[in-house]
Nanobody, 125 residues
Framework: QVQLVESGGGLVQAGDSLRLSCAASGRDFYGYAMGWFRQAPGKEREFVAVISWSSGATNYAESMRGRFTISRDTTKNTVYLQMSSPRPEDTAVYYC??????????????????WGQGTQVTVSS
């Protein structure tokens, strides 16, 4: 079965960098879209970024573009989210997700089949 395990969250000061990891297992993810979402207390789950496992093509939420970078290492079956100069408003639980229907999720819809358990990121001012 598919498992997605996030790690790398924690407490970070505004302006410092942080890299989240998502270890994926349970199948060959060739042809999959791998996404990152986040959810702050009292708010809906929000799209952050998505990457094509096969090609490495990426797409970002406009508010994240230029600050966050999504990447993947196919040899390690891991997807990353590099957060540069995070802000207190980036505080949230960050989730990794996977889905085979790339065209359906590419625009940011949270319609993924598989989700990780999330990792908390807290940015202090």
């Amino acid at each position: 079965q598919v498992q997605l395990v996030e790690s790398g969250g924690g407490l970070v000061q505004a302006g410092d960098s942080l890299r989240l990891s998502c270890a994926a297992s349970g199948r060959d993810f060739y042809g999959y879209a791998m996404g990152w979402f986040r959810q702050a207390p009292g708010k809906e789950r929000e799209f952050v970024a998505v990457i094509s496992w096969s090609s490495g093509a990426t797409n970002y939420a406009e508010s994240m573009r230029g600050r966050f970078t999504i990447s993947r290492d196919t040899t390690k079956n891991t997807v990353y989210l590099q957060m540069s100069s995070p802000r207190p408003e980036d505080t949230a639980v960050y989730y990794c997700a996977a889905d085979a229907r790339v065209s359906r999720v590419w625009s940011g819809k949270p319609e993924y089949d598989y989700w990780g358990q999330g990792t908390q990121v807290t940015v202090s001012s």
